[in-house]
């Protein structure tokens, strides 16, 4: 299990780093990005709380 929080929380470290530059430099690309994100953050909560929020709020502010 602590494998899978650990990954959890390389997922939503990573979506927190990227999504700002996919969605200013990939639009197209964001499309299909930040709907995918979406769908897969509810299965992330059991990692970092803050992360998470800050993750769901980068998300759901995304232009798309």
């Not at 999504?19 to 709907?35: C, E, H, L, M, Q």
């Not at 979406?38 to 232009?63: C, I, M, Q, T, W």
Request: glycine content about 6%; cysteine-free.
């Amino acid at each position: 299990k602590a494998q899978g929080v650990a990954a959890g929380i390389k997922k939503l470290a990573d979506t927190l780093s990227n999504t700002p530059s996919i969605v200013a430099r990939d639009p197209g690309f964001a499309k299909v990005y930040i709907p995918e994100k979406r769908l897969v953050l509810p299965y992330l909560k059991e990692g970092n709380p803050v992360l998470f929020k800050l993750v769901s709020d980068v998300l759901k502010n995304a232009p798309v």
